[in-house]
């Protein structure tokens, strides 16, 4: 096997993994290609329902977004607004509980499957969504009232300036909307925990066995250089990272490369500077975020580019952010650092559909993916078993497709966004 790629969670990995290569041909109910939270939280749904599952990647388990991330469990759905406005029709008066059942449903499964399977990934509860202007405090306001009226109060408090202080050795913010029902973790050791509990479980899991079609029919197959695996149904998982079907999804998403570094680990500083170990994250549509790992060293990230290639240097980049937002880290040794692609998706709402009768897809979350992914794993088990009421509503969605798909996307995406932060700025 390949090593994995050297950052803070491969070094802290707890198992490295050692599933064989796809080799022969094989059969079973479901074959899942990607091995990320989409695809590894569906085959544990589906083995726990008694299913054989076979899951292949073409790198590692968690190689992709699901173990680069910043680790941050948040409620917040980045398509909310979207989703309203185009689940009405399907869910009539229903809508707005559905989508507050989404925010929180994938919290659940996590801390559920957490305990059940008993995977270690420095799980803890507490984030901070910060703000740097006086909207946002309107903002979080409102999500205070919404939070407030939906019987979830006890978990939300609003800070001001000075309580703000007391939670975080930071000049930034205005204020906070503190929330401790989000939570934040290894993200690596908690997809791997989770492969490990599908194989347990007697799914089969693959690596580096990179699925080069997909051959669709009564029994579908799914192949790779060395093998095959027959299914009753295929779902792919791939999100940004795969080629396959690209009659049908070519320019649906499109990939953003996110960084992420992190410090030496800082001793007492760690404490002093964040007291609680809270995640934190702020208001703007590009936000920074940053949370303390389990051994004390300050991870965090930011910015996006849209050139689907990684940035030259993630540290140089990251530092300005890092010394604005704790001036007593000026000069900080940064330890690690990576980037990775996540799926963007136009309208924000994750993309749910069948590409035959018998193949399915679940991609694009479009940078809130860890609770989002096992939403929707759940949604997708459902529906390869036959109760399809959620994923119909998703599939129902209608989604823009830019002309040209890749090779357009990224630079028109580039200009969406240099827009969002020049009105951002200016506003
Ligand atoms: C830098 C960064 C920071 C982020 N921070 C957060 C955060 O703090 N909170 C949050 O909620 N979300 C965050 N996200 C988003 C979140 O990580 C993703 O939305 C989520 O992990 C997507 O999971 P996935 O399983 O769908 O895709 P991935 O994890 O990307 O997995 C796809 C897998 O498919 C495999 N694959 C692709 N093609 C093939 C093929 N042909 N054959 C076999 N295998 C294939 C790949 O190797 C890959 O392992 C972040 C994303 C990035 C990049």
């Keep these: ?205 693959f690596e580096n066995s990179e699925v080069v079609e997909i051959i669709h029919g009564p029994r579908p197959a799914v192949v790779t250089a060395q093998g095959r695996i027959e299914a009753r149904q295929v779902m792919l998982a791939g999100d940004v990272h795969h080629r396959l079907e690209r009659k049908q999804l070519k320019g649906k998403i499109f990939p953003a490369m996110g960084g992420i570094v992190t410090t030496r680990p800082l001793g007492d500083l760690a404490r002093q500077l964040n007291p609680q170990n809270l995640a934190v994250y702020d208001c703007r549509f590009v936000l920074d975020y940053y949370r303390m790992t389990a051994d004390g060293r300050l991870l965090f990230g930011g910015g996006a580019n849209y050139s689907g290639k990684d940035s030259r240097d993630i540290a140089a980049e990251l530092r300005p952010c890092i010394e604005r937002t704790f001036p007593r880290l000026k000069g900080v040794d940064i330890e690690f650092q990576w980037s990775c692609a996540m799926g963007i998706v136009v309208n924000r709402i994750p993309q749910l559909g069948k590409l035959s009768d018998n193949v399915w897809y679940c991609q694009g979350y479009s940078g809130h993916g860890i609770a989002t992914s096992h939403v929707m794993g759940e949604i997708m088990a459902n529906a390869l078993t036959g109760t399809l009421g959620q994923f119909d509503t998703f599939a129902a969605c209608r989604h823009i497709k830019v002309p040209m798909g890749d090779v357009l996307g990224n630079p028109l995406l580039a200009v969406g966004m240099w827009y969002h932060g020049m009105r951002e700025k200016l506003l």
Excluded at 33 to 41: L, P
């Design 1 to 205: 096997m390949p090593p994995r790629s050297n950052n803070y969670y491969t070094a802290t990995l707890n198992h490295d993994t050692d599933f064989p290569v796809l080799q022969g041909t094989h059969s079973v109910d479901v074959a899942i290609i990607g091995g990320g939270f989409t695809g590894i939280a569906t085959a544990v749904e589906l083995a726990e329902k008694g299913l054989e599952v076979a899951v292949l990647d073409s790198h590692e388990i968690g190689w992709g977004a699901s173990g680069r991330n910043g680790g941050q469990v948040t409620g917040s759905l980045s398509g909310d607004a979207a989703m309203r406005k185009q689940m009405r029709n399907h869910l009539g008066a229903e809508v707005d509980d559905f989508i507050w059942h989404l925010r929180w449903r994938g919290h659940q499964i996590i801390e559920q499957r957490v305990a059940r399977y008993g995977i270690a990934c420095d799980l803890r509860r507490g984030h901070l969504h910060a703000a740097m202007k006086p909207a946002h405090m309107n903002e979080l306001r409102a999500s205070l009232e919404e939070a407030q009226a939906r019987g979830m109060g006890d978990a939300v408090t609003l800070l001001d300036r000075a309580a703000m202080r007391q939670h975080l050795d930071s000049p930034l913010y205005l204020g906070a909307l503190k929330n401790t029902r989000n939570l934040h973790l290894h993200p690596l050791n908690l997809c791997v925990g989770e492969a490990r509990a599908a194989q347990a479980l007697g799914a089969r899991v």
